[in-house]
């Protein structure tokens, strides 16, 4: 199986907070189980901390540094997945929520995620 991080999963996993549950942050961990990220998820930080309403606690490029140290796969943007976006009912109106919703329902990927609005989607999750 493998995973796409929910933007709010990665930074939990980033910085240690206990709202992650043990079981998600055990997969996240593990190098040998796949764990991707959407590109918007980057862009989304990015937006949030220039509008200064995130505190990452590091820089940007140290998010992108663990990212990477942690083996952690970015999925760019391609055309299946706006494809996908555009066939999406709009149950939830967040760009950012829906673009991964795509992707995840594209790539067939289960989203670590607490959004409960993710499950008005035929999109696999997972939250333990």
Do not use: S
């Given at each position: 199986m493998a995973y796409?991080?929910?933007t709010h999963a990665l930074l939990w996993f980033v910085s240690g907070d206990k709202q992650?549950?043990?079981m998600a942050r055990s997969i996240i961990k593990d190098i040998h189980q796949s764990c991707f990220l959407s590109a918007v998820s980057l862009w989304e930080v990015t937006i949030k901390l220039q509008n200064s309403k995130l505190d990452l606690g590091i820089s940007l490029k140290d998010l992108?540094?663990?990212v990477d140290r942690n083996q952690i796969e970015i999925i760019p943007i391609n055309y299946e997945h706006l494809l996908q976006l555009s066939n999406l009912p709009t149950h939830h109106n967040d760009p950012f929520d829906r673009l991964i919703i795509?992707?995840?329902?594209s790539e067939d990927l289960v989203v670590?995620?607490?959004d409960k609005l993710f499950k008005n989607y035929k999109?696999?999750?997972f939250w333990k």
């Open positions: 796409l991080l929910d992650l549950p043990e992108f540094e663990f795509a992707q995840a329902i670590i995620t607490r999109v696999k999750q």
